[in-house]
């Protein structure tokens, strides 16, 4: 099985700020990785697919880049609505895997 | 607009079963892998299932194999997820998405197994 590691598992930041948030697979997995945003008590909203291509209505302050084995999300420009836990997946093969989730706190 | 609408979840003793929908619009159902993940109580995502539209080939991770067995209804645009033998461990919101690259997502339906 695919591995994913995902840090920091918790960061404090500033409305304003540009964070990142890296993920790390172990083994190859070209481009096949996703990010989410989870709020709570609400289902995971998909943000970037293809390591870096953005869904359709997020804004431009997220990007995601990488390949093969270590990706980042960025978000330049953090907004109150971001304050979120996020997530990464491979979906290179089965089973499908998680990072264990960024908790992005004021 | 693409909807997903998961329903079926509820309580039930360990050893028990339940049959959990996920009814999909607003896309070409059979163009696309649905899959089933699970978050447990104050836990991280985690994988359960996979089914190809086309020609139903599925995938279970192994904490479900032998147990879940998921399933569709073409005409129903409608993926199915029959849990058997369910454990205290399989108790989480379970949610269905759309493609392994979780495109969109069901807005959950939670699964309690307790005594």
């Known amino acids: 099985d695919i591995q994913m590691t995902q840090s920091p598992s918790s960061l404090s930041a500033s409305v304003g700020d540009r964070i990142t948030i890296t993920c790390r697979a172990s083994?190859?997995?070209?481009?096949?990785l996703a990010w989410f945003q989870q709020k709570p008590g609400k289902a995971p909203k998909s943000l970037i697919y293809d390591a870096s291509s953005l869904q359709g209505g997020v804004p431009s302050r997220f990007s995601g880049s990488g390949s093969g084995t270590d990706f980042t999300l960025t978000i330049s420009g953090l907004q109150p609505e971001d304050f979120a836990t996020y997530y990464c997946?491979?979906?290179?093969?089965?089973?499908?895997?998680f990072g264990g989730g960024s908790k992005v706190e004021i | 607009e693409v909807q997903l609408l998961d329903s079926g979840g509820g309580l039930v003793q360990p050893g028990g079963s339940l049959r959990l929908s996920c009814a999909a619009s607003g896309f070409t159902f059979k163009n696309y892998v649905m899959t089933w993940v699970r978050q447990a109580p104050g836990k991280g995502l985690e994988w359960v299932s996979s089914i190809i539209i086309s020609d139903g080939s599925t995938y279970y991770a192994d904490s479900v194999k032998g147990r879940f067995t998921i399933s569709r209804d073409n005409s129903m645009d409608t993926v199915y997820l029959q849990m058997n033998n369910l454990r205290a461990e399989d108790t989480a919101i379970y949610y269905c998405?759309?493609?392994?690259?979780?495109?969109?997502w069901g807005q959950g339906t939670l699964v309690t197994v307790s005594s």
């Open positions: 083994q190859d997995i070209g481009n096949l």
């Open positions: 998405s759309q493609a392994t690259s979780g495109l969109n």
């Open positions: 997946q491979q979906y290179t093969n089965y089973p499908l895997t």
